[in-house]
């Protein structure tokens, strides 16, 4: 399994190169793609080497590929970009030649994900607890993506997202319901257009819409830890100046940014303030 660049050509591993060029068939999940690639790093391979194993045929390539390996042939199989079987095919070519009793080679290199995170600026903290969770891609259909959205308002860790150009405006929108929680965009990651910003869930879809040119490319998100929240109840006096002032909701989200209180606690209390005499 041979991870290779997810943009920059220059992120190949010199181990990657040195199998690319032993192994006498690379699958792969599109064959001109491949063969770009390598000729781009001066690799000759024949079409007869290449083979097409994507999602939509990775099943039954399975079988291919495990005849081949017990005939002695050595393969290596890359998706078009990145670490194979991360939102990528590959899984279940793994788990065909692994229940065959072969042999699966990981080598590591780039991946989106990881380069996400490693640009977050995630520290570690004892509220927040380690680790993130993997979730790729959310459901197209927009209820269920909403569905999505608020179930990942209840979770705790770091989660880690991506998203097509096609989709992105949709998911934004979606995210917004996630409120002043702390995004981090990755856009053309490695790519000469690179954008890397974070910002509120809510500001998401403002920021695509100041610049046609933010909806184009391939996205890695990396959606923070929500802030602690505690069953202390809400310090009033911030709220009751604002709420003076200013409508509910709007008293409410200035509130949470003063104090760094949870706004569903808050709205609890605004709720309570608006209906004491």
Not at 74 to 92: E, K, L
Not at 191 to 220: C, H, M, P, S
Request: net charge negative.
């Amino acid at each position: 399994m041979v991870a290779t660049p997810i943009g920059n050509l220059a992120d190949i591993t010199l181990r990657a190169l040195h199998v690319l060029q032993l192994v006498d068939v690379i699958a792969c999940e599109d064959t001109r793609h491949t063969q770009a690639l390598l000729r781009a790093y001066g690799i000759d391979k024949s079409a007869a080497q290449l083979l097409a194993v994507h999602q939509h045929n990775e099943a039954q390539a399975m079988g291919s590929v495990v005849d081949r390996l017990r005939q002695g042939v050595r393969v290596a199989y890359v998706s078009d970009a990145g670490t194979p079987a991360i939102s990528d095919p590959g899984a279940r070519l793994v788990a065909g030649v692994v229940q065959a009793g072969l042999n699966v080679v990981p080598l590591p290199g780039a991946s989106s994900v990881t380069t996400a995170l490693s640009v977050a600026g995630l520290a570690q903290d004892a509220d927040h607890g380690s680790g993130f969770l993997f979730v790729g891609f959310l459901p197209s259909k927009t209820s269920e993506r909403n569905a999505a959205v608020q179930a990942l308002a209840a979770e705790p860790r770091t989660v880690v997202l991506l998203e097509a150009p096609h989709r992105v405006e949709a998911l934004a929108q979606a995210l917004a319901a996630l409120g002043q929680r702390p995004l981090t965009v990755g856009r053309e990651l490695t790519k000469q257009f690179e954008d890397i910003v974070t910002l509120a869930a809510a500001d998401f879809a403002g920021w695509l819409a100041q610049d046609a040119n933010r909806t184009r490319g391939e996205f890695a998100l990396v959606l923070h830890p929500g802030a602690a929240e505690t069953a202390a109840t809400p310090q009033p006096r911030v709220l009751q100046l604002l709420l003076a002032e200013l409508p509910l909701k709007t008293a409410v989200k200035l509130a949470a940014e003063i104090t760094g209180e949870p706004r569903n606690a808050l709205y609890e209390l605004a709720l309570t303030l608006k209906d004491s005499p």
